[in-house]
């Protein structure tokens, strides 16, 4: 975990690069020479001796103990990963929600205000809108891409900000730098949910953010397989105010589900350009056909915060992109649905579910899926309807997506 200064770090010559960093950074082999890093799956660790042991416990000297809070395939991962996030330290979780538990347990208490996008993930808005609600923090949900709304939410209690870039479905970025001024000025904390971008294309703490936080179920697996997530920030934030909470409250990330992770890390950068780039061609191919009204995708000139997007994400938009299918009857929301879920179900190749950042293009509905559990009036305040599908762009070959998508759009 975070902590373990005096356990010995893999030896990089300084100023290794993301790509290198990507596939060698974590711990040194163990006595064995492994190349490909090793599975620690144990649940705890011997000690030499009983006066060890009473050290160890008492955090008066560093070493691996018990899986709750300290395994070396998972310190493995969260070295790798802070080093590609640019950040000093990480803790790994059980899952991205469990990360911004995590972030929420750490840092709040009764009393605390938060300022929140309204845009960002719908499970991430129910567990600070409804249930951190329960022990008195309160949370303001303000525009993503509105900074004036955020400065004047600003209160005496606030101690965080909660920002995400791009967003889910509709793919809003928020300008960071601007968001972590307004933090800063109020004392509090900025954390970026960084899922969609994943650091190969944007590396928030590069502008001002001060928490990453990373479902790794998504991009960072990258193949759909494990449930996993991180916290990466300042090496003190973390030791003294996260790893406390995960010793006591347990959302650990298993150590085979690290590993896997881990290994996914090493294809990052490649998958995410490959990704990017046929999610370009399918948005801007989208984008010109009649039955489509609308796209959402940061790569396109057309969307609102297209420059602030290019500028911020290392010049690529992401593999997530949502279009809106041309009602029959404009205004009709239970038509505008029959029609996304007609084009949904008339594909052969995208796999119909709610997940991304996976190998395999995904096809969703937001309305029903992902957003499905908040109200009518949070959904349209976060700007969500029917009509919208979301697909994301996984390296099947993009000609091939075209032809899966137009099934449904040529029989509408
Ligand atoms: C999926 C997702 C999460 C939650 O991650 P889990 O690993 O499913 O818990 C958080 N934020 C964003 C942006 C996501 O897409």
Redesign the pocket.
């Known amino acids: 975990m975070a902590a373990k200064k005096t356990i010995p770090r893999v030896t990089l010559p300084e100023g290794v690069r993301l790509d290198t960093l990507a596939v060698r950074e974590g711990l040194p082999r163990s006595q064995w020479g492994e190349n490909s890093e090793a599975l620690f799956l144990t649940s705890s660790f011997v000690q030499p001796d009983a006066a060890t042991a009473a050290a160890r416990f008492a955090n008066e000297e560093e070493a691996f103990i018990y899986s709750r809070f300290t395994n070396p395939t998972v310190t493995m991962f969260e070295r790798r990963l802070a080093a590609m996030e640019g950040t000093e330290a990480c803790i790994a979780t059980s899952?991205?929600?469990?990360a911004?538990l995590l972030t929420a347990m750490a840092l709040l208490k009764a009393g605390d205000h938060v300022i929140c996008s309204r845009s960002?993930?719908g499970?991430?808005i129910t567990l600070l809108g409804r249930e951190f609600a329960k022990f008195g923090v309160e949370t303001s949900f303000v525009s993503q891409t509105d900074v004036d709304e955020w400065r004047r939410a600003v209160r005496p209690t606030t101690r965080l900000l909660f920002a995400?870039s791009p967003?889910?479905p509709l793919t809003e970025v928020c300008d960071i730098r601007a968001l972590a001024e307004v933090a800063h000025e109020a004392n509090a904390l900025l954390a970026v949910?960084n899922?969609?971008c994943s650091p190969a294309l944007q590396r928030p703490v590069e502008y001002g953010a001060d928490l990453i936080?990373h479902?790794?179920?998504?991009y960072l697996d990258g193949q759909g397989r494990v449930?996993?997530?991180a916290v990466c920030g300042p090496e003190q934030l973390i030791n003294d105010k996260f790893v406390p909470v995960m010793r006591s409250a347990g959302m650990t990330l298993s150590s085979f589900n690290a590993w896997v992770v881990l290994k996914g890390l090493e294809t990052l950068s490649i998958r995410m350009q490959a990704q990017s780039e046929r999610a370009l061609k399918l948005a801007t191919w989208l984008e010109q056909q009649p039955q489509v009204e609308r796209v959402f995708y940061p790569g396109l000139t057309s969307h609102p915060q297209h420059e602030l997007a290019m500028a911020q994400q290392s010049g690529c938009g992401g593999a997530v992109l949502t279009f809106v299918v041309k009602a029959r009857t404009p205004g009709d929301a239970a038509a505008a649905r029959l029609t996304a879920f007609h084009v949904i179900d008339s594909t052969q190749v995208c796999s119909i579910t709610a997940n991304?950042g996976d190998t395999k293009t995904t096809i969703t509905h937001p309305a029903s899926t992902s957003h499905g559990r908040l109200t009518e009036e949070q959904r349209q305040a976060a700007g969500i309807t029917q009509g919208m599908v979301r697909i994301a762009v996984g390296l099947d070959d993009v000609e091939d997506l075209k032809a899966d998508l137009l099934r449904g759009l040529n029989s509408l």
């Open positions: 899952s991205g929600m469990a911004i960002v993930f499970s991430t995400e967003t889910n949910d899922c969609f936080i479902s790794g179920t998504k449930v996993a997530g991304l």
